[in-house]
């Protein structure tokens, strides 16, 4: 019998590369140096940016939901979009645990340092990736190279989210100001060579973004990928044993994770 099990993704690119799982690799190269140098990236637009980013990098720990809404382009040219919602928990530097539920996933994704272990609940079944450094950079990283996938937001949870976001920025503005869930945010617009990206960051002390729109220029019909937060903790009572996975009775390991075209992850049990 053949099951499978569907879990977070994103089937776009980052900013910083083109699409894979959790917080990413930071490389900011003397080009994209030179990009920032040369373009029209608005001042205001970039210290706004900073401000988020390092709030972001800052906090030690911190927790959020989540709602995901992620496009894909079918053959007709119709848009259609795929939606879960989730939460995340995360305890610098190396300690991660992400829910995410949706028509296709139920599931759990935990690090604890070490490797990286994916729940599926309704099949009670789970898979598990080592990963070749204790950060959770290191671990996304290795999970992008192994399943294509990605984290909901992941460049914003790097260890340095404005060099994450910044790599392939080639202009930036100030679109104005909006609401998000009825909080007040700057609305800033950035463009790429391989994508367009926006990002609504709260106003007042916290800076922490809202609302996170990233546009894949490449794709007919440039489908979006869009991620809204809400409920940010910034200082959560962490239960360290929320990060140590411990399989359920009767779960069964699974070793086949595979992005599928919808940029949910694929688990393929073969019995």
Same mark, same amino acid.
């Given at each position: 019998?053949?099951?499978?099990?569907?879990?977070?993704?994103?089937?776009?690119?980052?900013?910083?590369?083109?699409?894979?799982? %959790? %917080?990413?690799?930071?490389?900011?190269?003397?080009?994209?140096?030179?990009?920032?140098?040369?373009?029209?990236?608005?001042?205001?637009?970039?210290?706004?940016?900073?401000?988020?980013?390092?709030?972001?990098?800052?906090?030690?720990?911190?927790?959020?939901?989540?709602?995901?809404?992620?496009?894909?382009?079918?053959?007709?040219?119709?848009?259609?979009?795929?939606?879960?919602?989730?939460?995340?928990?995360?305890?610098?530097?190396?300690?991660?645990?992400?829910?995410?539920?949706?028509?296709?996933?139920?599931?759990?994704?935990?690090?604890?340092?070490?490797?990286?272990?994916?729940?599926?609940? %309704?099949?009670?079944?789970?898979?598990?990736?080592?990963?070749?450094?204790?950060?959770?950079?290191?671990?996304?990283?290795?999970?992008?190279?192994?399943?294509?996938?990605?984290?909901?937001?992941?460049?914003?949870?790097?260890?340095?989210?404005?060099? !994450?976001?910044?790599?392939?920025?080639?202009?930036?503005?100030?679109?104005?100001?909006?609401?998000?869930?009825?909080?007040?945010?700057?609305?800033?617009?950035?463009?790429?060579?391989?994508?367009?990206?926006?990002?609504?960051?709260?106003?007042?002390?916290?800076?922490?973004?809202?609302?996170?729109?990233?546009?894949?220029?490449?794709?007919?019909? !440039?489908?979006?990928?869009?991620?809204?937060?809400?409920?940010?903790?910034?200082?959560?009572?962490?239960?360290?044993?929320?990060?140590?996975?411990?399989?359920?009775?009767?779960?069964?390991?699974?070793?086949?994770?595979?992005?599928?075209?919808?940029?949910?992850?694929?688990?393929?049990?073969?019995?």
């Amino acid at each position: 019998m053949l099951s499978r099990i569907l879990i977070s993704g994103s089937g776009r690119e980052t900013p910083h590369r083109a699409f894979g799982w %959790a %917080a990413a690799t930071v490389l900011l190269t003397l080009s994209c140096s030179q990009a920032w140098s040369d373009n029209a990236v608005e001042p205001d637009a970039d210290t706004m940016l900073r401000a988020m980013t390092t709030s972001l990098a800052t906090l030690k720990s911190f927790s959020f939901d989540y709602d995901v809404d992620n496009e894909i382009v079918n053959n007709t040219g119709q848009k259609i979009q795929f939606s879960a919602s989730g939460s995340a928990t995360i305890a610098r530097p190396g300690k991660l645990f992400i829910t995410r539920k949706g028509p296709y996933a139920d599931a759990e994704i935990t690090f604890d340092g070490k490797a990286v272990s994916v729940y599926g609940k %309704a099949l009670n079944v789970y898979a598990q990736i080592a990963s070749p450094g204790p950060t959770i950079d290191e671990a996304v990283e290795e999970v992008r190279m192994a399943t294509g996938l990605d984290a909901a937001g992941a460049d914003l949870l790097s260890a340095d989210p404005y060099a !994450a976001l910044t790599s392939d920025v080639r202009e930036g503005s100030i679109i104005g100001e909006a609401y998000v869930a009825g909080i007040k945010c700057d609305h800033l617009a950035f463009r790429g060579d391989a994508v367009d990206w926006q990002i609504w960051i709260e106003q007042g002390e916290r800076r922490l973004p809202m609302k996170y729109v990233i546009t894949t220029k490449w794709v007919t019909g !440039a489908p979006q990928y869009t991620v809204r937060f809400a409920n940010w903790n910034v200082a959560p009572e962490v239960d360290a044993k929320m990060f140590q996975f411990t399989p359920p009775d009767g779960a069964k390991k699974i070793d086949s994770i595979v992005a599928d075209a919808t940029g949910d992850m694929s688990v393929e049990d073969v019995q």
